[in-house]
């Protein structure tokens, strides 16, 4: 019995607790099971309550030729209450082995979630290591809107990629899936000899084995949600250097995607760019993905390195991922509902570049989005208007169209309200504050009045919350507000 905990609690207390012990083991039991789900609206089951992800240290071994995997995940975790049992989220694979703090632990798994009692109960605030032994052939996971991630071959079956967002990671590694827990990686890849293995942050070792098998092992220095973490397997051209102000690039091309090459050649300068309008760089690596085309049907801010599947069709697609990088990267969504965080920015970042680089202002695609003018902006024709951006209706629709354009649109109705100077100030200051956090909607809007020290209500209550088109002013309210602060 600890005499340090039941001293500290009030005789019904003790007696209660004592009721729950087993035995005469002279152990206290005070853990109860963690929660299976963060209650995201949107996916429930996601993430898993009781704790906090503090590193993962996957060490992963793939063979493109039977698409057969092995993994080994330590994840060091806190307990934020005391647990005796605790899930982690995994699709499919076979466990063959958890263990708790070097001891054997017993698990069992129902859909996806796998549960884990370990031999003795934790502690709250108790560091604890977790380790899983699987294998497997990891899958796709097809999501409400009928998008895949999770574990994609590629299409010549000669490499895979593993991509999450929203919730794929679970068909390639077991852990805390939803975006309110962030934590540090290291993820090691063994490949077969001739391949590459491509993964988050840098990396920090390259070594060949004596059975001529790759390892390559990358370190993600700064949180990461596990969503977007990234492998991807496959023969690739690899690029190495530096931007102007020393961020380190790594970027790798499918072979064979050579217009890939020129399409990624941008980047550095794109990130040059991004520390101008929205303050430092929140990562130490910076770079790309090229997938063979036809992979997947969608490019993803996967962190420090988005991929892409073939080519990115244009700037402007290489522009929205980086752009994530301080927007759903570095500040994440508390939950998928806040959906319009992410992609409202990223979509406003494309407006912005376009603005600096001799296009059409953010202005002229606000007032696109408004008269359905696609020679300005393609997203000008959709259905923008189908829902407002901070409600979606459900899963199916975090990365419909208002989630993108009508999210960019709330931002741009904000400048018009405040001006240049403080809408900048905003967006470098929420970029800043929230740097490596999670935020959500209402943090957003509270936020913006706070720090630019506007009533934008009208703008949350038409643009945000508001259903149906909102009334527009084409012409914005106080473009000179811009020069005076
Ligand atoms: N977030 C990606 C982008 O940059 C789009 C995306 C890819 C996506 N896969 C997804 C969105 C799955 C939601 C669900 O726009
Ligand atoms: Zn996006």
Known sequence: MDHRVLSRLAAPAVAALLALTTGCTGETVQGRPGASGVRDPFFPKAGNGGYQVEHYSLDLDYDPADGQLHGTAVITARAEQGLSSFNLDLSGLDVEGVWVQDEGARFNRTGNELTVRPAEDLERGEVFRTEVDYSGRPRPVTDPDGSQEGWIATPDDAGAVGVGEPVGSMAWFPGNHHPSDKATYDITVTVPKGYEAVANGELRSRTQEDDGRTVFAWHSAEPMASYLATVAVGKFKVTTGRTASGIPVYSAVARGETAGEAAIARLPEMVEWGIGRFGPYPFSATGATVLP??????????QTRPVFSGAPGSAELVLHELAHQWFGDSVSPKSWKDMWLNEGFATYAEWLWSEDHGGPSAQQHFDAYLDGDTEVDAGAGSDWDAFPPAAPPGPKEISASPV????????????????DEKFFALVRGWAADHRHGNASTADFTAYAQQKTGHDLR??????LYGKGRPKAPKTPKAPEASTTP
């Open 293 to 302: 085309a036809g992979t997947l049907r969608y490019a993803l801010e996967t």
């Open 404 to 419: 993108y354009g009508r999210g960019a649109m709330v931002l741009q109705r904000v400048r018009q309200e405040v001006g």
């Open 458 to 463: 009208e703008v949350w209550d038409e643009w």
